[in-house]
């Protein structure tokens, strides 16, 4: 600064670079070095949360099935794109082994359409879109079975009855049966 009347002392002293020595003064080189690190290091990012479409995935995976997302990615027209269902309802659609519920034995197996959801709060939106489209009426009856997945994080019990200490992903699962139950019910 012009007109500053501090000696060049008095400057380093008051930068950074002062404070720095003064550090290393005071408290030894080796903790201002560990202060640096500590600085520099990466901050830890958040981790993404999983998707309810890998999830559902992860389920069908786990249970034997053969699936595959039908949903689209469009590049437009919102900002950031917009996602189209395979007949304006189902995200994955999975080939699943149907079982004699005596001996477990496979009898065959059947085409499942599901839309994955994730949380309980979507559900209900979900559901009365499914019932609003016809062509989701078409797929169960040419034959195939259509879901509805939602997850949500929940507090579970333990065996003892205590609640466990971090919340669970659950999954609630409803069929077009259900889905045309319930609207039934509702209405009449």
Request: zero cysteines; proline letters at 5%; hydrophobic letters at 35%.
């Amino acid at each position: 600064m012009i007109g500053d009347e501090r000696s060049i002392d008095e400057l380093i002293a008051a930068s950074s670079i002062g404070q720095g020595l003064a550090d290393i003064k005071e408290r030894g080189i080796d903790a201002h070095l560990e202060d640096l690190e500590q600085e520099m290091a990466p901050k830890k990012k958040r981790k993404k949360s999983t998707s309810p479409t890998a999830r559902t995935l992860a389920e069908l995976r786990k249970r034997g099935w053969t699936a595959q997302v039908v949903e689209q990615h469009l590049p437009f027209p919102k900002p950031f794109g917009t996602k189209r269902d395979l007949f304006g309802v189902i995200d994955i659609v999975a080939i699943a082994p149907v079982m004699t519920p005596a001996s477990g034995q496979l009898m065959g197996r059947e085409i499942v359409g599901i839309q994955a959801t994730a949380d309980s709060a979507n559900h209900a939106h979900r559901r009365t879109k499914i019932l609003a489209e016809p062509r989701a009426k078409q797929w169960v009856e040419a034959g195939g079975r259509l879901e509805l997945w939602s997850w949500s994080r929940r507090v579970a019990r333990k065996q003892d009855g205590s609640k466990a200490k971090r919340p669970v992903w659950t999954l609630r699962v409803e069929t077009y049966e259900q889905m045309r139950a319930s609207q039934e019910s509702e209405a009449g």
